[in-house]
């Protein structure tokens, strides 16, 4: 995919979150790290909880709702492409060891493309990469645009659209 392309990409999706997110604003009243994460930091609570994330996702161990818990609110809203997926940490909980089921690996790359927070909203744009079988790792890369609402420095609502881009040949 040529840069033209990749960057009209990245434009609609930023395009989309904005109307999505003005659209959803009534909704809602350890270790096998990328060498870029190498500084363990976090600038926001979408960060701590993306490096959270991460660590569990390589363990041996589930994701639990106490593990959750510690960066969601108890009725955390999670918006998909601008459907409504799962609500409550129990869903979300779910969600996650269903993806680590279904995928032998996952991350969450670092530093992030973009991140601004603009009061209680942060947005951000952010890649994702992993394969389904270690086997026959076929690199999935995804990118993710959208934002957060932090509420008691919790996140209340994840609005994310996500496009998975073809390998380049």
Do not use: C
């Amino acid at each position: 995919m040529n840069k033209f392309r990749k960057l009209l990409v990245a434009a609609m999706l930023l395009a989309s979150v904005m109307l999505v997110g003005q659209a959803t604003e009534s909704m809602a009243s350890d270790l096998k790290v990328s060498d870029k994460m190498v500084d363990e930091r976090a600038d926001s609570e979408l960060v701590s909880m993306f490096m959270w994330l991460n660590k569990v996702y390589v363990s041996d161990e589930d994701f639990t709702e106490e593990g959750f818990a510690q960066f969601f609110t108890n009725d955390i809203l999670f918006v998909v492409n601008g459907q409504k997926r799962e609500r409550g940490i129990q869903a979300l909980t779910k969600r996650y060891n269903d993806l680590k089921s279904r995928y032998a690996y996952i991350e969450i790359l670092f530093p992030f493309q973009e991140e601004e927070r603009v009061g209680n909203k942060i947005y951000t744009y952010y890649i994702n990469r992993g394969w389904e079988d270690d086997a026959n790792p076929i690199e999935i890369t995804t990118h993710v645009m959208g934002y957060v609402e932090i509420k008691d420095n919790k996140i209340a609502v994840l609005n994310f659209l996500f496009a998975d881009l073809e390998p380049e040949t």
